[in-house]
């Protein structure tokens, strides 16, 4: 059974510093992970999509890394702004649905 | 924007009643799929449907049901809601087959049950 997992849970960083979230997952039998952001009680974000055979894929101040053989994926933020403020979910397609982690809640502080 | 809306955005029922959540999905997207998310977790699958049936289900009991149109529009049904059922409920859309393409939520709908 696939399992997501996201660490940390919270992070609180100031601004202007990079930050690296992390996401790992138990089956690498995946079609593709993704990265989502999810502002409070709102509905989510398509950030970035790495297909199975990518190892990276980048849009503006986001960077998101896959590597299949160990489970892992990371999201990398550039120069943080307090507007970044939000949960951060990763998940992965597998037999048709997304299995999300438990999302990394990100509080940039001016 | 996304392109899918989701109706009603908010949500009060009691335990034991019937809702139903509506969801119309982006132009050209001809699969929805269903997601519950308590607070504090991540969306949790419930079901997908495609061409007007279902063509997938998560783990959840069967009072929890689900309708394609022709239009692709969707709609979830819950009967006999229990307190555990309170969450955020997501639809998203997509076109089958398509790994390679970002899936779409619409905004939600917060139910609440008493």
């Known amino acids: 059974k696939q399992e997501v997992t996201q660490i940390p849970a919270a992070l609180s960083v100031p601004e202007g510093e990079n930050l690296v979230l992390n996401c790992s997952f138990t089956?690498?039998?995946?079609?593709?992970l993704q990265w989502f952001r999810q502002d409070p009680g709102k509905g989510l974000t398509s950030l970035l999509l790495?297909?199975?055979?990518?190892r990276e894929q980048t849009s503006g101040r986001l960077n998101a890394s896959l590597d299949k053989s160990s489970g892992r994926s990371t999201l990398y933020i550039a120069a943080s702004q307090p507007g970044d403020s939000a949960t951060y979910l990763c998940?992965?397609?597998?037999?048709?649905?997304?299995?999300f982690g438990q999302g990394t809640e990100l509080s940039v502080k001016p | 924007e996304t392109g899918v809306t989701q109706s009603p955005t908010h949500l009060i029922k009691t335990r034991g009643q019937q809702v139903t959540l509506r969801c119309s999905s982006q132009?050209?997207?001809?699969?929805v799929s269903w997601y519950q998310q308590a607070l504090g977790q991540g969306p949790q699958f419930i079901f997908q449907?495609?061409?007007?049936?279902?063509?997938g289900r998560g783990n959840f009991p069967p009072r929890f049901s689900g309708l394609q149109f022709p239009n692709y529009s969707s709609e979830l049904n819950v009967n006999a809601l229990e307190l555990d059922d309170s969450a955020l409920y997501l639809c998203?859309?997509?076109?089958?087959?398509?790994?390679?393409?970002?899936?779409?939520f619409g905004s939600g709908t917060q139910l609440s049950v008493l």
């Open positions: 998203a859309s997509s076109r089958e087959g398509r790994t390679n393409e970002k899936l779409f």
């Open positions: 089956d690498s039998a995946i079609y593709n």
């Open positions: 790495i297909q199975s055979s990518q």
């Open positions: 998940a992965v397609l597998e037999g048709g649905k997304l299995i």
């Open positions: 132009s050209g997207h001809n699969t």
């Open positions: 449907y495609y061409r007007e049936e279902e063509n």
